[in-house]
């Protein structure tokens, strides 16, 4: 089944793509030592930052794709 969210305004795109960026920062940098794996998170995600943020220009993921890929590998390996 399909699931079709409503188209978002150019507003709400761009918000959503700043409040994205806040929370990648945030978790690049200020945060305590035991938090190290939302640490190592922030800093990926920094990396990927462009790909990651350009959902919110063209509205795409790749899901399908790895949902596919997911049932391909799943089929693998079953004997």
Do not use: C
């Amino acid at each position: 089944m399909s699931r079709s969210s409503p188209p978002a305004s150019p507003t709400d795109r761009a918000r959503g793509k700043t409040l994205l960026t806040e929370v990648v920062d945030r978790l690049r940098s200020g945060l305590p030592a035991w938090l190290e794996e939302l640490a190592t998170l922030g800093r990926i995600l920094h990396r990927r930052r462009d790909d990651v943020l350009q959902y919110f220009d063209h509205r795409a993921s790749n899901g399908s794709t790895e949902a596919i890929n997911g049932r391909l590998e799943a089929s693998d390996a079953t004997p």
